[in-house]
């Protein structure tokens, strides 16, 4: 694996970052005390070319790779977990649009999403039974002629409320996964509409909502891939989100560490910066060690899709260990600023909070040993 990065890699890493230092990091702690979606920040994110930094240019994307995704998930994470899952979503949606939609598909959503008429895009699988298991979903779409009418509730949908488009599962066929198609539906179709935003622990400025289909028509127009093989659509597309969502993760690490690293140095005790005692040494280059084998995988993972290699365990041991390490690394920095990081003045408490949907959404880390294993046995 390479990793030196291409120039236009390099240029959206910095361009990324420079927007996260300046306007995402300041106000971030604001957004998450008033769980705020800061609408106009994710629509300037799309202005500077982020909603589909792998999707082709004639679509309105950046055609820069996965690599250059993961670069710009992580930077933004460094400024603003919530802006990077909203980001780490809609680019997943813009992808799986343009990886099995058809021409007409292709045309009518994606650019809306990369210019960011449509602020968010959002990933509709979960529902209130069926997590882990989306196989075991209730919501039906039942065929009349050349229509679907959908009937179900998703659940845990990130950006419900806010996304111009929803690439939304239903049950088409009979029990399990084989019995699943893929749809995409517009905000404010007739019949669907998100109901009331989370009260969540962390990434508060990220909008989560269960979403309600109640004979909602759509045309067989609407349908994206094949009839009954949506099932498939959803693992392909989670493959390449949870590349995302390591990258997020990974971000969140870094800011914390960051943050660490500076109290240690600045906060005296016993007459000295606390950085001279060898506990809080350990801690920050134990932290710094997960950051770096975190980096690894995660690139790995990105670079192999970016070259149509298979990714998927990589993704998954991606997810799982970035997820992890950035956890252990937040949990240090807490420590670190003793009873200071256990208060909002200091953001250390917010990453803390952060990091912890990363090991449950795109698939707990659970599942994620699952398929490394299922992978490893089934050789
Ligand atoms: C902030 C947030 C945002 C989200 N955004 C989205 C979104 O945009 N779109 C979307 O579709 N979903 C979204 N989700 C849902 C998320 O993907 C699910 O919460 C996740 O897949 C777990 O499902 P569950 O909550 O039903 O837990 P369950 O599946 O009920 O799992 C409960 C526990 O059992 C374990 N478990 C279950 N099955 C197994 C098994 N076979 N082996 C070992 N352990 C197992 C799990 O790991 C977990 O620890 C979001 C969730 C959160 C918290």
Redesign the pocket.
């Known amino acids: 694996m390479d990793l030196r990065f291409s120039e236009e890699e390099t240029l959206i890493r910095d361009m990324a970052r420079e927007f996260a230092r300046n306007e995402l990091k300041p106000n971030a702690g604001t957004w998450d005390e008033e769980s705020r979606f800061p609408e106009d920040k994710i629509r300037s994110m799309a202005e500077l070319g982020l909603m589909g930094v792998n999707v082709p240019e004639s679509l309105g994307g950046a055609e820069a790779g996965p690599v250059a995704l993961s670069l710009a998930v992580t930077e933004i994470a460094k400024g603003c977990a919530s802006c990077a899952?909203t980001l780490s979503?809609t680019n997943m949606v813009c992808e799986v649009i343009t990886a099995f939609g058809t021409e007409a598909q292709k045309l009518r959503y994606c650019p809306k999403i990369t210019s960011g008429e449509y602020v968010a895009g959002?990933?509709?699988?979960?529902e209130a039974g069926?997590?882990?298991?989306p196989g075991g979903m209730k919501t039906t779409a039942v065929r009349k002629g050349d229509r679907f009418i959908l009937n179900g509730e998703?659940?845990?949908?990130?950006?419900g409320a806010y996304a111009g488009v929803h690439v939304v599962w239903a049950r088409t066929g009979g029990k399990g996964a084989k019995g699943i198609s893929c749809f995409l539906v517009e905000a404010g179709t007739p019949g669907m509409k998100p109901g009331k935003k989370?009260n969540?622990m962390g990434?508060r400025a990220?909008n989560?909502c269960p979403v309600l289909f109640e004979d909602c028509e759509v045309g067989e127009d609407a349908l994206l891939g094949v009839e009954n093989e949506g099932f498939k659509v959803a693992m392909m597309a989670l493959d390449g989100g949870r590349i995302g969502i390591a990258s997020q993760a990974l971000g969140i690490g870094l800011a914390a560490q960051e943050a660490a690293v500076a109290y240690a140095k600045e906060r005296q005790q016993f007459g000295q910066a606390i950085a001279n005692f060898e506990a809080i040494q350990w801690m920050l280059a134990d932290s710094e060690t997960d950051l770096s084998a975190a980096r690894q995988l995660t690139y790995r993972a990105a670079w192999l899709k970016g070259r149509h290699r298979p990714f998927s365990q990589e993704a998954s041991m991606a997810k799982t260990f970035s997820t992890e390490a950035a956890w252990r690394v937040c949990d240090n920095a807490v420590q670190v600023h003793g009873g200071y990081g256990y208060v909002k003045e200091y953001e250390v408490e917010r990453h803390y909070r952060d990091i912890r949907?990363t090991r449950?959404?795109?698939?707990?880390?659970?599942?994620q040993r699952?398929v490394i294993a299922r992978n490893l046995l089934c050789k």
């Open positions: 899952v979503v959002a990933f509709s699988l979960s069926a997590g882990s298991d998703k659940m845990w949908i990130t950006s989370e969540k990434l990220s989560t949907a449950i959404y795109e698939g707990t880390n659970q599942i699952v």
